[in-house]
């Protein structure tokens, strides 16, 4: 997973606060994709991206917004953070019909 | 009813033992994939595949595509391949359809 760079791997937030999920590639990959992880439920979409400048709203995208100025970077907003959004956030990139590299989480406590 | 199905979703192996994780899909696909992700860690893709079977040293993945239903084998078991293993389908789209994972467990 060297090509795909999730940053911070943790954090603690508290209930209204903010923060970013930045989530970089280095392999000029077209779609990229924020997923949360929860246990007993597989991988659920949130936001993804087919190209720069462009984002679109997938399964679960209430209470996030995304940002894709840059082709490599993919950034995951939270505006006020919630303890429903403690979760391990997951980002992955692909190249049409190939397989898809994931960043090694970023684990999300709200408290 | 997920778009994809998993079984086991947990599984116990004694080290060296012959180990199948099934994958049962109802949606359109284009192609199915294994990602494997240890305790902790990361997710990892392991195959990809849209037709007949691939092998990866112990690791074997095989589709029916007219059963839509995918097999992942692991031969010769190995304490370290305890993870959870998970089934995903992909469309043209490019949209993943996740199963909820195999939790494996390789006891030496």
């Known amino acids: 997973n060297a090509g795909v760079t999730q940053t911070p791997k943790f954090r603690v937030l508290k209930t209204g606060q903010s923060m970013t999920l930045l989530c970089a590639q280095d392999m000029n990959h077209e779609y990229m994709y924020w997923y949360r992880q929860d246990p007993g439920m597989g991988l659920r979409l949130i936001h993804y991206?087919?190209?720069?400048?462009?984002?679109a709203k997938g399964e679960v995208p209430d209470g996030y917004n995304v940002s894709r100025l840059k082709k490599q970077n993919f950034l995951l907003g939270l505006e006020s953070a919630a303890p429903s959004q403690t979760s391990v956030y997951f980002c992955a990139s692909r190249r049409r019909q190939i397989e898809a590299f994931f960043g090694q989480g970023t684990r999300l406590t709200v408290v | 009813k997920n778009e994809v199905e998993q079984s086991p979703q947990n599984l116990t192996a004694q080290e060296g033992e012959f180990i199948t994780i099934n994958c049962s899909y109802s949606?359109?696909?284009?192609?199915l994939h294994w990602l494997q992700q240890h305790p902790g860690g990361g997710i990892v893709s392991l195959f990809m595949l849209s037709s007949g079977k691939k092998k990866h040293g112990r690791l074997i993945a095989t589709i029916n595509i007219q059963e839509k239903h995918s097999s992942l084998h692991i031969t010769a078991s190995h304490p370290r391949d305890s993870a959870v293993y998970i089934c995903?389908?992909?469309?043209?789209?490019?949209?993943?359809?996740f199963g909820t994972g195999t939790s494996l467990t390789v006891i030496p």
């Open positions: 995903a389908g992909s469309n043209t789209g490019n949209q993943f359809y």
């Open positions: 949606v359109g696909i284009s192609a």
């Open positions: 991206s087919v190209g720069e400048g462009t984002t």
